[in-house]
């Protein structure tokens, strides 16, 4: 199989791809990745697509656990902005990271009615939420079905699994969009991959909550800077806090040995 800089002279649409500290990340910008994305959902089989931050990358390469989940997925699109400083300064040349929140808002409002999308996460208030608010703005969006209940955290969603199963095959999305959290949304993601004919599945964290007004986003100098982790911490602590502290030191570790 030809390498991804080998596709890319082949056919420039398709977006290259640099390694940084062991994860082959995307060069693209939201519109790229969008088209990305509907060209996998075109193809022969089911595709996959993290939107990967430092702890991802982290997680790749100290946890051989993590590794063989993560193996699930086609690409890895540059979410973060230290990942985005770290491509920027092996010559990517990209003006901004492909953030997922902002991903999954630029996807839908720009979806065309030919592109149908299924939301996997959230609460039910989440779920309603994101409908009215997208199907406003993009009256031609097609959001097929859903799922707002709990996930395991190895990736089954209890008596609700085989039903959701049911209606992806029945339904055959183009883009299944999973909110579910790390590392349980990869952990779904790999488990159910092999047993779909078709569509992209997309792991997006914390976008439902987000663009549905749940839960409030980084200040945009803070994104810029790339504090979005600072704000998420003091917003969670507890749940974020033990986090943060170990996949960081990490990944600073990590980086400065590859400096």
Request: charged share 20%.
């Amino acid at each position: 199989m030809p390498s991804p800089e080998a596709q890319h002279r082949d056919d420039p649409a398709t977006p290259r791809e640099i390694e940084c500290l062991g994860t082959p990340l995307t060069v693209t910008d939201h519109a790229g990745a969008l088209a990305l994305c509907r060209r996998l959902a075109e193809g022969p089989g089911p595709a996959a697509v993290e939107f990967c931050n430092t702890q991802i990358v982290t997680l790749r390469r100290s946890d051989p656990g993590y590794r063989r989940t993560a193996a699930c997925f086609d690409r890895f699109i540059p979410d973060s902005t230290p990942l985005l400083w770290l491509l920027n300064s092996a010559g990517a040349g990209m003006k901004d990271r492909v953030y997922g929140p902002a991903f999954f808002r630029h996807a839908l409002i720009h979806s065309p009615d030919t592109l149908t999308h299924y939301l996997l996460g959230g609460s039910e208030a989440c779920g309603r939420a994101l409908v009215d608010r997208f199907t406003v703005l993009n009256p031609g969006l097609r959001i097929v079905g859903s799922f707002h209940g709990r996930c395991d955290p190895e990736g089954f969603l209890g008596a609700d699994d085989g039903q959701v199963l049911e209606a992806l095959g029945r339904l055959k999305p183009d883009f299944i969009w999973v909110g579910l959290g790390t590392p349980k949304q990869q952990r779904w993601i790999a488990r159910v991959k092999p047993l779909l004919e078709q569509g992209v599945l997309l792991s997006v964290g914390q976008a439902f909550d987000v663009n549905a007004g749940l839960r409030a986003d980084a200040p945009g100098w803070m994104q810029r800077f790339g504090l979005t982790w600072v704000h998420r911490l003091a917003s969670e602590p507890r749940r974020l806090a033990g986090r943060y502290l170990r996949h960081n030191s990490q990944f600073l570790e990590i980086g400065r040995a590859h400096v």
